[in-house]
């Protein structure tokens, strides 16, 4: 059974419009990260988080926010979103090592 | 800028053979670099990882090898099946804790194993 979850797997969304990506995990994971994932670039850090009520800037976290609000659950939060934008989105769980992380089946998201 | 470069960009190799991807890095105080295989509609998942202190490291048909002072690595796929075909990312993080450190993943290699 699949340790992290994302949802939802498409999203179709507009210009200006308020984007929620959802993220579960039952790996009891302290760690968890949001990544986006664009040809040319590979995989780009987000946000992060070491545990419920953290969140941390990653590489790239302009235009978005992050919510922790459980263990299990990694909310990305797209207030206005924009078509540049627009990619797949990864959420990962890990622990101790940062370089042993588990990825999610990754969300599709187009801003029109 | 990219801190870590992957070359080629895509790789197209005969069953059987040998595929070479290659991994370079800036930063001399990445010390942890972690492979990652994705398969198209999947998750990137950890393959085999190696750290600075050592110059190979060999996990079946997979191999690492390691230079620290040309800032190079490359992964080493012998026999090449079919079923590899996927995308190959190298990553790399200065520290082994989560606590300190993230992870600086490259732009890819897209490794075609043709029958």
């Known amino acids: 059974e699949a340790a992290v979850t994302q949802s939802p797997r498409n999203k179709v969304a507009v210009t200006g419009g308020k984007v929620t990506l959802s993220c579960n995990q039952t790996?009891?994971?302290?760690?968890m990260y949001w990544y986006r994932q664009d040809t040319g670039h590979g995989l780009r850090l987000i946000h992060y988080?070491?545990?419920?009520?953290?969140?941390e800037k990653g590489d790239i976290p302009d235009g978005y926010k992050a919510s922790r609000p459980s263990q299990e659950n990694f909310s990305l939060i797209l207030e206005l979103a924009t078509p540049s934008q627009t990619s797949v989105y990864f959420c990962?769980?890990?622990?101790?090592?940062?370089?042993?992380?588990?990825f999610g089946p990754g969300t599709r998201l187009t801003v029109l | 800028q990219q801190q870590v470069r992957q070359s080629p960009q895509s790789l197209t190799v005969w069953e059987g053979e040998t595929a070479i991807l290659n991994c370079s890095y800036e930063?001399?105080?990445?010390?942890?670099f972690p492979w990652y295989q994705q398969f198209p509609g999947e998750g990137p998942a950890l393959l085999i990882s190696?750290?600075?202190?050592?110059d190979k490291k060999e996990d079946g048909r997979f191999t690492i090898f390691f230079n620290k002072r040309e800032k190079k690595l490359s992964l080493h796929i012998t026999d090449s099946q079919p079923g590899d075909s996927a995308t190959y990312f190298c990553?790399?993080?200065?520290?082994?804790?989560?606590?300190?450190?993230?992870?600086?993943f490259g732009q890819g290699t897209s490794l075609s194993v043709v029958p």
């Open positions: 990962a769980s890990g622990d101790n090592w940062v370089y042993e992380q588990y």
């Open positions: 790996n009891n994971h302290n760690n």
């Open positions: 988080s070491y545990g419920a009520g953290s969140t």
């Open positions: 930063d001399s105080t990445f010390n942890y």
């Open positions: 190696i750290s600075s202190v050592s």
């Open positions: 990553a790399a993080s200065d520290k082994a804790s989560s606590s300190f450190s993230k992870l600086v």
